[in-house]
């Protein structure tokens, strides 16, 4: 099969690929100027999905008979799947607004549910693409939008499910959408590059407990990875064994992410051991306040310490420091291509 052509939505140049690269465990905050680029993002994800599978989940802030023409324009037997149970269109009032006021507690509640029921019927994942229009209103509730954007990062690392949060740039002032988008681990915005990735994953394991990190962890998804990391605790407990943090596939951290990884640490009871923690992270997490010691054959070539360097770290006073932390600039790593750090490789 040849590979698709770049195709152009109003002179933005929109890798064909993108979608694909998506898969269950990511949360992208998608923005868009136009019509054209939702409904691009709504049919890829939809034909992704009915090719691997997944159960097909749209919260449309459109009339249902617009989607559906949408799609079918996208080449898929949009009625068929619907009747089959596997895609499911639903209004955002249904999905965000129910009692016609934003309950985030419910909504993360009804993922849940979703994902019990998609897996009770076969399906090798779930995705849900959410458009975000009604939040540009006054609604009541939707001042906790954000906090609810950053906490059901927890349901999704489960690594079952993906979501898609469409936000009309048009519609949401630049600074609140900034803050949107912290809350997501990735942003896919009109302008990304072709070759786009997902910058940051957070995954939740259960052999060894605990989670992996992957990609990028910077300001731009600071909520997202900070309210995952704050309840360790709760997702984890009754383990009695130390929770793993698997860094080895973090290429870039910064110094407030090393802080974030030294709370989460000193808030696990049982302790915590980092697997795969590259020498300039590790001094990110001293200056931090704690003392992280590795073990096992040591630093390898371009800092990477490779999958068998575990560092352990127990439990201790998050407030405790035995110097100046570094500041919000400093980043654990070299620099690389764009003046963008790349060392934790």
Known sequence: ???PAVTVVKGVCMDPYVIERLRPGDHVCVTYDDDEQRRAALVG?????????????????????TVLADLEAGGLDARGLLDAGQVQVRS??????????????????CWSREIATARDRGYAGLRVIGDMTWAAGRVPGGERLEWYEAEVNRVF????AM???QYDRRLFAPERLACLSAAHPST??????????????????????GVRLAGEADASNRAALAATLAVLPDDFAGVEVPLTLDVERLRFADAAAARLLVRAAGSVPGGVRFVGCSPPLVRLMKLAGHDLRLVGRGAGPQGHSGNRDIGHMNPGPVGSRRGA???????????GGEGRPEALR
């Open 188 to 209: 896919f915005t009109p302008n990304a590059p072709i070759g786009w990735r997902p910058l940051l994953r957070i995954l939740r394991t259960d052999d060894p407990p």
């Open 325 to 335: 932390g570094p500041d919000a600039g400093e980043a654990a790593g070299g620099t």
């Open 157 to 160: 690392a489960g690594g079952y």
């Open 1 to 3: 099969m040849s590979r």
């Open 163 to 165: 979501a898609l949060c």
């Open 92 to 109: 955002s009032a249904e999905g965000y607004l129910p009692g016609g006021r934003f309950e985030p507690e419910a909504v993360i509640g």
């Open 45 to 65: 994800s939809a034909r992704a999905g009915v090719r691997h599978h997944h159960r097909l989940i749209y919260f449309a802030g459109w009339p249902r008979e």
